[in-house]
């Protein structure tokens, strides 16, 4: 079993930064692909950025690409998210997911699992 927690969210301002964390533990033989997804307020969850665990391929959505870069530190069994010149609309909840079905590059939320508790961020314009 692999457990995930999402930290570092909060309240910003347009135009600034905020860095995620995400914390793997158990079965980290089981990480492939690690996925970070926001969750807008009254809306489903949407895919953000993916990593992967061993290679480091990263891939990003559209609305993010030249905005936030995913990263891991192996050693540290933590994969990260920086998002840098944040708008309004990047508020969200914000979790990171273990890839369970082996989908190259997937983007779908349902491909991935052991969801943590979420970090919440908030963008003021």
């Known amino acids: 079993q692999v457990y995930l927690a999402e930290s570092g969210g909060g309240l910003v301002r347009e135009g600034e930064s905020l860095t995620l964390s995400c914390t793997i533990s158990?079965?980290?033989?089981?990480?492939?692909?690690m996925g970070w997804f926001r969750q807008p307020p009254g809306k489903g969850r949407e895919f953000v950025a993916g990593?992967?665990?061993?290679?480091?391929?990263?891939y990003y959505s559209d609305s993010v690409k030249d905005r936030f870069t995913s990263s891991r530190e192996n050693a540290k069994n933590t994969v990260y998210l920086q998002m840098n010149n944040l708008k309004p609309e990047d508020t969200a909840i914000y979790y990171c997911?273990?890839?369970?079905?082996?989908?190259?590059?997937?983007?779908?939320?349902?491909?991935?699992?052991?969801w943590g508790q979420g970090t919440q961020v908030v963008v003021s314009s």
């Open positions: 997911g273990n890839q369970q079905r082996l989908q190259w590059k997937s983007q779908d939320p349902a491909d991935f699992g052991s």
């Open positions: 158990g079965d980290t033989d089981k990480v492939y692909m």
């Open positions: 990593v992967g665990w061993l290679g480091g391929t990263t």
